[in-house]
């Protein structure tokens, strides 16, 4: 189901009200979006019902809203200023129509890609596969999809029974010959010996979270960008250290640092060929002060600057 974004979530400080140098997110998002080339489009997808069939813990579906209330009061510092950013509104999933939510999401994401590049903020990691299917029906089936995920878990479990959160690269890449992945921050602890076995068997390149300083990893990053036609990006917040980002569904005690997470975002999206961008498993009824919405909010402020590069 659609829903059209409440204009009153962007308010915040006002500085200046004409002077650009002045501005933040709440005076630059335009709620009623157009059809012009070249902006970045928000789109919400208020879902968790991956998470529940993945028996984690629900909540990422009021994600949407708080990063957008974290988002508005950040300062506005790029020298593109008029109608460049657009709130597209949310996807909502009814129940639990999952699948039919992520097609919905996929026509969102296809239509924003037709002028300019995509956000979505989920939402579980359930997000990516609407976004895989609205960056492919955008480029066409023959172009190869680079799949870009920062994130503590492969999320290629089985799906004999039902899709969920952890499923989703592995549906992608029994569907789509033109797709390959790519995912650092693994964590050995957090992840069976079935699902490196199954990384493995799929040709999955993938980097520990403990050998993300190696020069191999930068090399290996950049030669995966390069080769693909385009590429899809998505962070999962649970990757982070705990300490850091306490409301996500599946905290992580040894996870990465905020800073190590923001240098390998900007190096993902400021590629020529990254198209879109998630970020997933924000958790608003287990955050702490807002302190993981906020990040996140830091997050897409980052992936928004550099793709305007």
């Given at each position: 189901?659609?829903?059209?974004?409440?204009?009153?979530?962007?308010?915040?400080?006002?500085?200046?009200?004409?002077?650009?140098?002045?501005?933040?997110?709440?005076?630059?998002?335009?709620?009623?979006?157009?059809?012009?080339?070249?902006?970045?489009?928000?789109?919400?997808?208020?879902?968790?019902?991956?998470?529940?069939?993945?028996?984690?813990?629900?909540?990422?579906?009021?994600?949407?809203?708080?990063?957008?209330?974290?988002?508005?009061?950040?300062?506005?510092?790029?020298?593109v200023q008029t109608n460049s950013l657009m709130d597209f509104g949310d996807i909502v999933c009814e129940g639990h129509e999952l699948?039919?939510?992520?097609?919905?999401?996929?026509?969102?994401?296809?239509?924003?890609?037709?002028?300019?590049?995509?956000?979505?903020?989920?939402?579980?990691?359930?997000?990516?596969?609407?976004?895989?299917?609205?960056?492919?029906?955008a480029v066409g089936a023959e172009a190869s999809i680079g799949l870009l995920n920062i994130d503590a878990h492969f999320d290629m479990?089985?799906?004999?029974?039902?899709?969920?959160?952890?499923t989703m690269f592995k549906q992608i890449l029994d569907e789509d010959p033109n797709a390959h992945y790519f995912v650092c921050g693994?964590?050995?602890?957090?992840?069976?010996?079935?699902?490196?076995?199954?990384?493995?068997?799929?040709?999955?390149?993938?980097?520990?979270?403990?050998?993300?300083?190696?020069?191999?990893?930068?090399?290996?990053?950049?030669?995966?960008?390069?080769?693909?036609?385009?590429?899809?990006?998505?962070?999962?917040?649970?990757?982070?250290?705990?300490?850091?980002?306490?409301?996500?569904?599946?905290?992580?005690?040894?996870?990465?640092?905020?800073?190590?997470?923001?240098?390998?975002?900007?190096?993902?999206?400021?590629?020529?060929?990254?198209?879109?961008?998630?970020?997933?498993?924000?958790?608003?009824?287990?955050?702490?002060?807002?302190?993981?919405?906020?990040?996140?909010?830091?997050?897409?402020?980052?992936?928004?600057?550099?793709?305007?590069?």
């Amino acid at each position: 189901m659609y829903r059209k974004t409440d204009v009153s979530i962007w308010q915040g400080r006002i500085d200046h009200e004409v002077d650009s140098a002045y501005f933040r997110y709440h005076q630059i998002v335009q709620v009623e979006p157009t059809t012009e080339h070249g902006k970045i489009g928000l789109v919400g997808f208020s879902c968790d019902e991956g998470v529940r069939r993945n028996n984690g813990r629900v909540g990422a579906k009021d994600a949407p809203l708080a990063l957008r209330k974290q988002l508005a009061s950040l300062p506005w510092r790029n020298h593109v200023q008029t109608n460049s950013l657009m709130d597209f509104g949310d996807i909502v999933c009814e129940g639990h129509e999952l699948e039919q939510a992520q097609l919905e999401l996929g026509d969102k994401v296809s239509d924003i890609l037709t002028n300019g590049k995509a956000i979505v903020l989920g939402g579980g990691h359930e997000t990516l596969y609407g976004q895989y299917l609205g960056v492919r029906k955008a480029v066409g089936a023959e172009a190869s999809i680079g799949l870009l995920n920062i994130d503590a878990h492969f999320d290629m479990r089985a799906y004999d029974d039902q899709t969920s959160s952890g499923t989703m690269f592995k549906q992608i890449l029994d569907e789509d010959p033109n797709a390959h992945y790519f995912v650092c921050g693994i964590q050995q602890y957090g992840n069976t010996t079935a699902l490196f076995n199954t990384a493995a068997h799929y040709n999955v390149q993938y980097f520990l979270d403990e050998q993300l300083e190696s020069p191999q990893f930068n090399k290996d990053l950049t030669d995966f960008m390069d080769a693909h036609d385009v590429l899809l990006v998505t962070l999962c917040m649970d990757v982070l250290n705990a300490a850091e980002a306490p409301g996500v569904s599946a905290p992580s005690p040894f996870g990465l640092t905020a800073i190590k997470v923001r240098d390998i975002l900007r190096q993902m999206v400021s590629h020529k060929n990254t198209v879109s961008f998630s970020i997933c498993e924000v958790n608003p009824s287990l955050d702490i002060n807002n302190q993981t919405a906020k990040l996140g909010a830091y997050f897409i402020n980052e992936v928004i600057m550099n793709s305007f590069e």
